[in-house]
């Protein structure tokens, strides 16, 4: 079978034939349908994120389970899944308390592919740039079938973890006011997450002003083109002296910064996006006495196997905006030009079709 393969930083990722092992006890073979193009592809590619290669890329997918192996209970051949990279543990004490992004117990860098007689790894636990993959039980989370496949990709990573920051870890309530620095995928989700919890003030933040259209067409109340204008005075100007949450969507240490400096007493900031590794803000101490929180998250704080079905649900209803997301449709022999598109910030989500 195809699937996507990153070698190291001496060769390009290209589309290799590879094997696939049958799933063994408490896996599934999962037949990809879609798969959406992630940033954290692209940082592997660029070893912003450190991962051993050979690897098979790709980490947000939907398809139809082909296979079970043997003591697999929670899905059947035949049914709709979405891809969760969170193949946590179930067993440990925070998974048992409704906490499975802080499982110590997580499996790493499986192994299923092979080209040749080299074995691949498997990115993310998944590997969704390809025609089949297997993946931990856990990592397969059944959802209403009636949702397009290329819609419920999405769901697996970019919406969870966007739309999760919000409802999950910050907890936004009913009129707050909040910022979102950067409109790609992921701030796009935020954004979203802020309509969903009925938010008064939602302001867009990017230098990008087709992003900024972007954010108004998915709720955004207000917008600032941060290549302009200062956003920090804008932000305070339009709410009158901060926002109750702010939402960095970008992974860059100067707008953490930034989104700090725009908090109201009381506020708190949500780290989404991932800066290069061993990266480090420096901020003054006292910036927080006002009861002011910096909190990280991981993956919208998901509990997958309740929170995908959820969102399948919020789109069915016509709650959240999945097509909208789809900015461009690829096949995996068109990894190159969907890695540039990504690269010039012409993606909010691109969508490669895996026939």
Avoid at 9 to 30: D, H, I, K, Y
Avoid at 341 to 347: S, T, V
Wanted: hydrophobic share 40%.
């Amino acid at each position: 079978m195809l699937a996507v393969v990153y070698s190291g930083p001496e060769e390009p990722a290209r589309l290799e034939e590879v094997t696939l092992e049958e799933p063994g006890p408490g896996e599934v073979q999962v037949r990809l349908r879609a798969a959406g193009l992630c940033h954290s592809d692209l940082s592997v590619v660029e070893r912003q994120i450190p991962y051993p290669t050979p690897v098979v890329l790709g980490h947000e997918g939907a398809g139809v389970v082909e296979k079970r192996g043997p003591g697999v209970t929670s899905v059947r051949e035949g049914d709709t899944v979405v891809l969760s990279t969170l193949a946590h543990c179930g067993r440990c004490s925070a998974c048992e308390v409704g906490r499975p992004t802080e499982c110590r117990n997580a499996p790493r860098f499986r192994q299923p592919f092979r080209m040749g007689e080299r074995r691949l790894y498997q990115f993310a636990n998944t590997s969704a740039f390809c025609e089949s993959t297997v993946v931990l039980e856990q990592s397969a989370i059944p959802i209403d079938s009636r949702v397009p496949f290329e819609c419920a990709a999405l769901i697996g990573c970019g919406i969870m973890t966007g739309v999760g920051a919000v409802v999950n870890r910050a907890r936004v309530e009913v009129g707050a006011t909040m910022a979102v620095f950067g409109a790609g995928g992921i701030g796009l989700n935020c954004i979203q997450g802020g309509v969903l919890s009925g938010a008064s003030k939602i302001v867009a933040v990017d230098v990008l002003p087709h992003k900024l259209e972007w954010a108004r067409r998915f709720g955004a109340t207000h917008t600032v083109d941060a290549s302009r204008d200062d956003p920090v005075a804008a932000i305070r100007d339009f709410t009158g002296g901060g926002v109750d949450y702010a939402f960095e969507a970008v992974g860059n240490t100067a707008v953490i910064r930034q989104a700090l400096e725009c908090l109201a007493p009381g506020g708190s900031l949500v780290i989404v996006g991932v800066p290069k590794i061993g990266s480090s803000v420096d901020f003054v101490v006292q910036a927080l006495y006002q009861n002011k929180a910096i909190l990280g998250c991981r993956y919208g704080t998901a509990r997958p196997r309740r929170d995908f079905p959820v969102l399948a649900d919020l789109y069915l209803s016509g709650r959240l905006k999945i097509d909208e997301l789809v900015t461009r449709r690829y096949r995996l022999e068109e990894f190159e030009t969907a890695i540039g598109d990504l690269r010039q910030g012409a993606l909010a989500r691109g969508v490669f079709s895996i026939a």
